[in-house]
């Protein structure tokens, strides 16, 4: 079955910076990569995903960039902001279920 | 409208109990998946009901776990003789079951469960 992995497990920044969330997966079949974004005591939310048709998707402040060959997808967050600091998981799926990694705890101080 | 809900939020059980959680979908939605979580992990596939199809219990860790949907809509998972290595989060979330899993999953806030 499919195997993501991601990194960093945690990720501090100062407000203004920018943050980078990277994950790789096993399963050459997969063609949806989504992230979402967990605050505390809520369940996880889309931010944004990309199909394997597409390198990279912009949406505001948030990127997602996809390398099928390599098998790695990454999230960028630019000019960031303490509202930012949540849980993060990054997913990958080819026919049926998601796959998620074990997430990344982004602490964005002021 | 409103959104995935669970309940109860909070579930404390003693060992060896038997434990059942609720999930009310979004109105529409005729897929119905469950996620654990435990801490520092992340989210683990339990099981997958889409429509009428038989559901994909692949993910379920043994055979104390087992999980229903009557009526195409609200789903119970059930939780027998429970451990403490049960203890976790378990998380509902729904689609509108279009594109398998391949499209936006609405989570509820899940269902904090401690075993004793």
């Known amino acids: 079955g499919e195997n993501v992995e991601q990194h960093p497990s945690t990720l501090s920044v100062q407000e203004g910076d920018s943050a980078v969330i990277k994950c790789t997966y096993s399963?050459?079949?997969?063609?949806?990569f989504p992230w979402y974004k967990q605050e505390l005591g809520k369940g996880p939310q889309l931010i944004i995903d990309?199909?394997?048709?597409?390198g990279e998707k912009k949406d505001q402040r948030i990127a997602v960039t996809l390398n099928k060959t390599a098998k790695h997808f990454s999230l960028h967050i630019t000019e960031t902001q303490p509202e930012d600091s949540a849980v993060y998981f990054c997913?990958?799926?080819?026919?049926?279920?998601?796959?998620f990694g074990k997430g990344t705890m982004l602490l964005v101080s002021p | 409208g409103a959104g995935v809900s669970q309940s109860p939020s909070n579930k404390v059980t003693e060992k060896g109990k038997d434990v059942e959680l609720r999930c009310d979908p979004i109105s529409g939605h005729t897929a119905l998946y469950w996620y654990r979580q435990s801490l520092g992990q992340g989210l683990e596939f339990l099981i997958y009901?889409?429509?009428?199809?038989?559901?994909?219990k692949s993910g379920l860790p043994s055979d104390r776990f087992s999980a229903e949907r009557t009526g195409g809509s609200v789903s119970t998972l059930t939780i027998q003789r429970t451990q403490q290595e049960d203890s976790a989060v378990y998380l509902c979330?729904?689609?509108?079951?279009?594109?398998?899993?391949?499209?936006?999953?609405?989570f509820g806030s899940g269902t904090q469960l401690s075993v004793l």
């Open positions: 990309i199909r394997s048709n597409v």
């Open positions: 997913a990958a799926s080819g026919y049926s279920t998601l796959t």
């Open positions: 979330a729904s689609s509108l079951g279009r594109q398998g899993g391949n499209e936006k999953l609405f």
């Open positions: 399963d050459s079949a997969s063609n949806y």
């Open positions: 009901f889409q429509g009428n199809s038989a559901p994909d």
